[in-house]
Structure formats: C-alpha cells, structure tokens
C-alpha cells in the first residue's frame, strides 16, 4: 500500500452547491426536533484494516467510501455541507489492542458514524464503546450471525449478509460438486465458527459427510498437523474459512497432492493470488463472497479515484459496492432526518432502506427527499432493506472460480433471505 496519512479528510474535489438545509419531517422516522442536535457537518470514520490479515481489504474499503464521498459531495452534500471523512487502522483480531485506540480517536473527533470494522470479531472489541456513544456503527463486511442480536441499542448496521446466508451457499455448492467426505478448515473465531457451523450443517442436511472440522487459532502459520488429518480423515473436498491464513494452509495441501481445484473459499479469504508461487494449483477451485456481479462502470470509478488519491492500482473490489452503498445510507439517512446527529440517522436508516420511491444513488435520492417524497435506496450490492436488527434481509452471494493466473470470475449470483 502506498503511504498515506490515516486521518486525511476527504470532502471531494468539487465545488458545492449551497443549499438551505431542510428538515424534511414529512419523510422522515421522527421528528428532527426529538433528536439530539448535530452540528451540521455528516463527520464519517473508517475503522479499516490498513495492516494486518485482512489488509487486503482495505484499498476497495476505501475506494468505496471515497468514492461515495465525492458523489455525494458532487450532488451538494449532506444539508449543504460537504460530508468529511477520516481514516483509522483497526488491525485484527491479533492486535486487539489497535481497534478501539482507532474508535477513541473517532470518537474524540466527533464522528457521527463510524465505517467498519471489516471483521467481525474486530467489531467485537468497539461496538459497545460506539454504540453506547449514540454514534452509528455500520459495517460493509461483518457476517457473524451472533451479531443481529446484539445489545447496541439500534445503533449497529450492515450492509454484508449474516453468514446464515454465505454458509448456506457455500455447503450447498460443495454438496452439488458432487462431493461427498467434506473436510473444514477453520479460524477459531467469531466469524470462523460462525461460518462453519451453519456450513457443516448444511452439508450433513445434504446429505454429504463432514469427515473433519478442525479449528485454528488467527494468525496461525503452520498447518502440516491440521492438513495431515484432514487428509487422514479422507476428505475429498476442503472449505477453508480464514483470513490470510489461507497463504500458507494451501501450500500445505499442496504438499501433500491435495487436489487443489477441490479447495473451496470464502469471503474472507477469496483474494487475487496471481503473485503466489502456487496460482496454478488453485485452478477450479470455488469460492463465495457477498454481492452480486458489480458493475463494471463503478468499478472503474472507483479504480480511478483510488489511483488518484493513493497513486495505486485497485485490484481487489471484495466490499467495494457494500462499502460505497454504506455511506452513501448515512447520508440519506442524515438528509432524511435534517440532522447529523447519530441518533437521528440511526433512526432513518431503516426508512431509507425500505419502501417509497426507489433511488439508486445520492443524487436521486437527495432530490425526492427534498420533494418530500419517502425513499427506499437500491445500491450497487443490492435491495440492502435493513430489518429491526440493522441486517439487510434481501441480500445476494456470489459463487467464483479460479482460473490458472490465481484470479477469479464470477460464475453465478445465488440471491436468497440472509436472517433465517
């Protein structure tokens, strides 16, 4: 990653159009005299993985913000002011120590949301520290399902499906491949376990066999034991829920002549592995990540800007479009409630998820709020539509394959309910 400062505020490069701030209580929850007040200026936080296992995470995190940012400030801004945006590291879960340093310095700015974190158990560590705060938290990629019930107070969102889903998907595809003796492989943690009961169960209701389900400890480096049992256990197939873990638990398998084109990954390790010794081994392979098949345009955009601001290419775009459509429902909600306070845009953010006119960008959506009109914003990851608990119930999961270079293409989008 290039260097670049992690608090640098980005307000978009264009010029505003001035506009009077309007309250908007025809369209909004609640009226914005019951909220507590906001200064006036949307102030936005990424709790972003800049290092750590899932750093690979961070350049289309960031392209997503940045991207909905610029749009959102090119169309006149959130009650007429510029939308700021500031960037901390969250690390992982190997460095507990640096998420919440990350929220306390957010927090002291006077955010009135906070972007991330990327990992599920990373959020673990600052959701109450936000929460508690009446500060809006909302994720592009947390998928443990514990999460939907979680104590904050209305206060947490998501735009990524519950693993419910993304498990669902992934035993079901590994059962039609016609395997039958199922190995997993998988992160003990909250997003690790998460994933692989609801897959193991799955698989078994199939009707295929789990033959091993071993469990390791993030940030693990030697897998020969794990790998020599699971190839023991006689496992024609292996799903692989990890982090970047995944480095050094495929060259194990491939050690052992492990079929790599029966390896099967998911979102938090389904990466572009073309400059890996091994890119050739993984050919066939499958794996499954949130959303659909993004759209080629915005992921130009966003490349475009991301090589702008960062002087780098983007190459990875997992959570791109949930990261943009994210921020992009902050502001709404905020525009919507006439107020940028937390507590006003925790209040609005189901509304402008769910029913009224559909908008698929700011812009759209800026103009029927000030028409007086109620919202239901579509983005580029899907219908979104947060229920009570902040999840989106209509979500979408797509199913890759990797070709011989070490990247993947979309091979189908399995749309499906992800909080059952």
């Given at each position: 990653?290039s260097?670049?400062?992690?608090?640098?505020?980005?307000?978009?490069?264009?010029a505003?159009?001035?506009a009077?701030?309007?309250?908007l209580?025809?369209?909004?929850?609640?009226?914005?005299?019951?909220?507590?007040?906001g200064?006036?200026?949307?102030?936005?936080?990424?709790?972003?993985?800049?290092?750590?296992?899932?750093?690979?995470?961070?350049?289309?995190?960031?392209?997503?913000?940045?991207?909905?940012?610029a749009?959102?400030?090119?169309?006149?801004?959130?009650?007429?002011?510029?939308?700021?945006?500031?960037v901390?590291?969250?690390?992982?879960?190997?460095?507990?120590?640096?998420?919440?340093?990350?929220?306390?310095?957010?927090?002291?700015?006077g955010?009135?949301?906070?972007v991330?974190?990327?990992?599920?158990?990373?959020?673990?560590?600052?959701?109450?520290?936000?929460?508690?705060?009446?500060?809006?938290?909302?994720?592009?990629?947390?998928?443990?399902p514990?999460?939907?019930?979680?104590?904050?107070?209305?206060?947490?969102?998501?735009?990524?499906?519950?693993?419910?889903?993304q498990?669902?998907?992934?035993?079901?595809?590994?059962v039609?491949?016609?395997?039958?003796?199922?190995?997993i492989?998988?992160?003990?943690t909250?997003?690790?376990?998460?994933?692989e009961?609801?897959?193991?169960?799955?698989?078994?209701?199939?009707?295929?066999?789990?033959?091993?389900s071993?469990?390791?400890?993030e940030?693990?480096?030697?897998?020969?034991?794990i790998?020599d049992?699971?190839i023991?256990?006689?496992?024609?197939?292996?799903?692989?829920?990890?982090?970047?873990?995944?480095?050094?638990?495929?060259?194990?398998?491939?050690?052992?002549?492990?079929?790599?084109?029966k390896?099967?990954?998911?979102?938090?390790?389904?990466?572009?592995?073309?400059?890996?010794?091994?890119?050739?081994?993984?050919?066939?392979?499958?794996?499954t990540?949130?959303?659909?098949d993004?759209?080629?345009?915005?992921?130009?955009?966003?490349?475009?800007?991301?090589q702008?601001?960062?002087?780098?290419?983007l190459?990875?775009?997992?959570?791109?479009?949930?990261t943009?459509?994210?921020v992009?429902?902050?502001?709404?909600?905020?525009?919507?409630?006439?107020?940028?306070?937390?507590?006003?845009i925790?209040?609005?953010?189901?509304?402008?998820?769910?029913?009224?006119e559909?908008?698929?960008?700011?812009?759209a959506?800026?103009?029927?709020?000030?028409?007086?009109?109620?919202?239901?914003?579509?983005?580029?990851?899907g219908?979104?539509?947060?229920?009570d608990?902040?999840?989106?119930?209509?979500?979408s999961?797509?199913?890759?394959?990797?070709?011989?270079?070490?990247?993947?293409?979309l091979?189908?989008?399995?749309?499906?309910n992800?909080?059952?």
């Amino acid at each position: 990653m290039s260097a670049f400062s992690t608090s640098r505020k980005y307000s978009g490069a264009v010029a505003l159009v001035a506009a009077a701030a309007l309250a908007l209580s025809g369209c909004a929850s609640t009226p914005a005299s019951e909220y507590a007040a906001g200064d006036g200026v949307l102030k936005l936080g990424g709790v972003i993985p800049l290092t750590g296992a899932l750093s690979f995470l961070s350049p289309p995190e960031i392209a997503g913000a940045e991207l909905a940012v610029a749009d959102i400030n090119a169309a006149g801004g959130v009650l007429g002011k510029p939308v700021e945006w500031s960037v901390e590291d969250s690390s992982d879960g190997d460095h507990p120590e640096i998420a919440p340093a990350s929220a306390t310095k957010l927090l002291s700015e006077g955010v009135d949301a906070v972007v991330g974190a990327a990992a599920s158990g990373v959020t673990r560590l600052i959701i109450d520290q936000i929460t508690k705060n009446k500060t809006v938290q909302i994720s592009m990629s947390n998928t443990a399902p514990d999460l939907t019930d979680w104590k904050d107070g209305g206060y947490y969102f998501r735009t990524a499906p519950s693993d419910l889903l993304q498990g669902a998907i992934v035993g079901n595809q590994i059962v039609a491949d016609g395997n039958e003796n199922v190995a997993i492989i998988y992160q003990q943690t909250a997003y690790g376990e998460g994933l692989e009961a609801k897959a193991k169960a799955v698989i078994e209701a199939a009707g295929a066999t789990v033959v091993s389900s071993l469990p390791f400890p993030e940030a693990e480096t030697n897998f020969d034991t794990i790998v020599d049992q699971t190839i023991a256990a006689g496992a024609d197939s292996v799903l692989v829920v990890s982090y970047d873990e995944i480095k050094k638990i495929v060259p194990a398998l491939q050690k052992k002549n492990f079929d790599g084109s029966k390896i099967y990954f998911v979102d938090g390790n389904l990466a572009n592995f073309s400059d890996q010794s091994w890119k050739g081994y993984i050919e066939g392979a499958k794996g499954t990540l949130p959303g659909g098949d993004t759209d080629a345009a915005f992921k130009q955009r966003a490349a475009d800007l991301y090589q702008t601001n960062h002087g780098e290419e983007l190459t990875e775009f997992a959570y791109l479009a949930e990261t943009y459509d994210a921020v992009v429902l902050l502001a709404l909600a905020a525009q919507q409630a006439g107020n940028d306070s937390g507590e006003a845009i925790a209040a609005n953010m189901q509304s402008v998820s769910t029913g009224g006119e559909k908008v698929t960008d700011f812009a759209a959506g800026l103009a029927a709020l000030e028409a007086g009109k109620d919202i239901d914003y579509d983005g580029f990851s899907g219908p979104i539509e947060f229920d009570d608990n902040g999840d989106p119930t209509g979500a979408s999961i797509g199913i890759h394959q990797y070709g011989k270079e070490g990247t993947y293409t979309l091979l189908e989008v399995v749309a499906g309910n992800s909080v059952k």
